[in-house]
């Protein structure tokens, strides 16, 4: 009966959401190692009701089944930071969450603590290829970070960064947790192609100008739909009004 | 709508990110001062359909889930220590250093700051103090008519006193080194304290082991790019419009849906 209207609504929701998702890759433009996010639509079909002698109208919705993340690697920026690292490849620095979790960033602005642990910008300790925070002694100098992310000083190597990718596979299996970093069920392996650059951070892979484009059509999109809705509305109206002068 | 409140952040963000540019230009020939970046990380991200989870009893699972994040937020503001230029002044009390360190000054509260701009001036009394007129510890005092005071790389001060020909020493300038230089606390006047996330201080001699080197006659100018703060100042610009166009979008969506008969 009303399905226009229904249809209509699950467009105008898909959109909502759309929208939602071009708005944080807006805001994440200049976010460190940001990975640009897009909604993926389908069509969900319902048998609509036979009339006789016609075929079977299916009715087909809008529906959002999921978000894709791009990991397509962002520009990368120059800090002159001795402590900024940037990841080339499919690589991920591992790092230690609140509740002693594995978890996973592209986000190499490292910095020490006052116990010399080596920690994100957010406080969590990033971990060496063992898996264990990294400590730095108040004797060690002039930190070189070698493309395998061999940490060295003065005093010569103090760890290995460790630095994971996940299978192709598994990447689907990747999730965002916020302050730059993801979290995943499925294990990861060293890294073969990954190498580690210093003094450089990776830059957000969003493309403003997409984004913008994109942000254009869900507007006229959403426009167009709601037009749609009001022409369905006029025509029931006028139905209603023909059907009175006839009787 | 979510897109306003997203749209809202990320104006936020650049609008941090322009302040903290803005700093580093205003402070382009400030001596001694080490430029900021502002790092952004993504906020939380909400769930709506968690990907793994079961799509049939037939144990099949979506492959991707939908997760919406909600903006952006200022990670952190850090320093960046890069050695800046030197620049010949010619002036006899103007040191750079050159590597990592830094002079100690006694504030006016008698605590110890930390400073690497030189430009060192001298008292009434023959002390070498800072522009402010704060001492520079350890305290040296050039004797009264004193004439050619040299300061050599490794912190010497030799001075040639009246009626000697042979130059005496009459001090030795001591650099400070922090085991996390980015920990340390500006206080203006290109001046930081030490705070328990930079470590104490260690004091020590210049051009010894993990300590930099002095030059007398120069200064270290400020370690900031102009073209590259200006080139962010610009992408800081743009995102911050594009920002307010979604908030824009997102309203007129809005205004669609209520002008709906």
Do not use: C, W
């Amino acid at each position: 009966m009303d399905n226009t209207l229904y249809i209509g609504l699950s467009k105008q929701a898909a959109l909502q959401r759309q929208m939602d998702v071009v708005a944080n890759n807006l805001a994440n433009m200049n976010t460190t190692a940001f990975k640009r996010e897009s909604v993926l639509f389908q069509q969900y079909v319902q048998d609509g009701a036979a009339t006789a002698g016609t075929a079977k109208d299916d009715i087909a919705f809008v529906f959002d089944y999921g978000v894709a993340r791009n990991f397509a690697p962002g520009a990368y920026i120059q800090t002159g930071n001795s402590l900024d690292v940037a990841l080339t490849g499919k690589g991920f620095l591992m790092v230690e969450a609140d509740d002693g979790d594995t978890m996973y960033t592209r986000n190499g602005h490292m910095s020490i603590t006052e116990d010399g642990t080596l920690v994100t910008s957010s406080g969590h300790p990033i971990l060496d290829d063992a898996g264990n925070a990294i400590t730095i002694t108040a004797a060690d100098r002039q930190l070189t970070i070698a493309k395998d992310g061999t940490i060295s000083g003065n005093q010569g190597v103090i760890a290995k960064l460790g630095v994971v990718e996940f299978a192709q596979e598994d990447e689907q299996s990747i999730r965002k947790t916020g302050e730059s970093l993801f979290s995943s069920t499925a294990a990861p392996q060293p890294a073969v192609d990954a190498q580690v650059l210093q003094g450089m951070v990776e830059g957000s892979n969003v493309e403003p100008i997409k984004e913008m484009t994109t942000m254009m059509q869900i507007s006229r999109a959403y426009q167009q739909t709601a037009r749609m809705l009001e022409q369905y509305q006029d025509i029931q109206n006028q139905s209603i009004q023909r059907l009175a002068k006839v009787q | 709508m979510r897109a306003l409140n997203i749209a809202a952040t990320g104006m936020l963000a650049q609008q941090m990110n322009v302040e903290v540019i803005s700093n580093n230009l205003a402070n382009m020939n400030t001596t001694g001062f080490k430029r900021q970046r502002a790092d952004f990380q993504d906020l939380l991200y909400q769930n709506l359909q968690r990907v793994g989870a079961n799509s049939s009893d037939n144990g099949t699972i979506l492959p991707s889930g939908i997760q919406l994040g909600v903006g952006v937020k200022t990670g952190a503001v850090y320093r960046i220590t890069e050695q800046g230029n030197l620049t010949s002044t010619g002036n006899t009390y103007d040191m750079a250093v050159q590597g990592n360190g830094y002079f100690r000054v006694e504030m006016p509260s008698g605590e110890d700051g930390y400073t690497r701009a030189g430009s060192f001036q001298i008292s009434p009394q023959g002390q070498i103090v800072t522009a402010k007129g704060y001492l520079v510890q350890p305290v040296i005092t050039i004797p009264q008519g004193a004439t050619d005071v040299s300061i050599n790389e490794n912190g010497e001060v030799q001075a040639k006193l009246a009626g000697q020909t042979a130059p005496q020493t009459v001090g030795q300038i001591e650099l400070a080194t922090f085991f996390n230089e980015a920990g340390l606390e500006a206080i203006g006047d290109n001046t930081f304290m030490e705070t328990p996330s930079s470590g104490p201080a260690n004091v020590g001699a210049p051009g010894t082991d993990g300590f930099g080197t002095v030059l007398q006659g120069f200064l270290e100018t400020a370690n900031v790019n102009a073209v590259q703060e200006i080139t962010n100042l610009i992408t800081a610009q743009r995102a911050y419009e594009m920002n307010a166009k979604v908030i824009t979008a997102a309203d007129e969506m809005m205004s669609t849906m209520s002008n709906l008969r």
